[in-house]
């Protein structure tokens, strides 16, 4: 069974702090991994999306890696922004079911 | 072009009622899938179509859990006899073709069973 984790739950940084969000994962079978943004109230914002092949991905400010063999994923946010501000998570998907797995989320306060 | 959405966006039922919870996906999205996200957690699968196929149900909790999908597109999530465990929100998400697709959500029902 699939199992995602997200260390630590929560984390603060001044603005402009470039940053690194962990994930993990014990199943190393995975098809994908999407990281996604959720702002209190709101449902899940898809940030990126890296195929089981793909080593890393890059949209703005955000880049996101991927090592399938040791099972870790990161979520590198640059030059953080107040408005960066929000629960950050992570799901494989493993595709035998097609469901995605999640971990909890890292929320994220960034500080003027 | 419009996203996935969902309808209502809050409910309010009372122990024992029955709910249903409509999700409107992305036009043409085949793959369709349903989450529930409890309070301070990550959303836990609950089922998921291929156009009006249920290949997955898996992740449904109990047998009061009914999810449909019948002409492949609009599906409705329904909870009958709810239960002060079933408050959640519940997420819809959509792909274009194949389930390992990237998946869009939608804003989410938040249910409250009193």
């Known amino acids: 069974k699939q199992e995602v984790t997200q260390i630590p739950a929560a984390l603060s940084v001044p603005e402009g702090e470039n940053l690194v969000l962990n994930c993990s994962f014990t199943?190393?079978?995975?098809?994908?991994l999407q990281w996604f943004r959720q702002d209190p109230g709101k449902g899940l914002t898809s940030l990126l999306l890296i195929q089981s092949s793909q080593r890393e991905q890059t949209s703005g400010r955000l880049n996101a890696s991927l090592d399938k063999s040791s099972g870790r994923s990161t979520l590198y946010i640059a030059a953080s922004q107040p408005g960066d501000s929000a629960t950050y998570l992570c799901a494989a998907n493993t595709g035998a079911n097609s469901k995605l797995t999640f971990g909890k989320g890292i929320t994220l306060s960034v500080r003027p | 072009g419009a996203g996935v959405s969902q309808s209502p966006r809050y409910k309010v039922a009372k122990r024992g009622q029955d709910v249903a919870l409509r999700c409107d996906p992305i036009?043409?999205?085949?793959?369709l899938f349903w989450y529930q996200q409890a309070l301070g957690q990550g959303p836990e699968f609950l089922t998921y179509?291929?156009?009006?196929?249920?290949?997955?149900k898996s992740g449904l909790p109990s047998d009061r859990f009914f999810a449909e999908r019948p002409e492949g597109s609009v599906s409705t999530l329904k909870i009958q006899r709810t239960q002060q465990e079933d408050s959640a929100v519940y997420l819809c998400?959509?792909?274009?073709?194949?389930?390992?697709?990237?998946?869009?959500f939608g804003p989410g029902t938040r249910l409250t069973v009193l």
């Open positions: 036009s043409g999205h085949v793959s």
């Open positions: 179509f291929q156009n009006e196929a249920q290949l997955d």
């Open positions: 199943d190393s079978a995975i098809y994908n």
């Open positions: 998400a959509s792909s274009s073709r194949t389930s390992w697709d990237e998946q869009f």
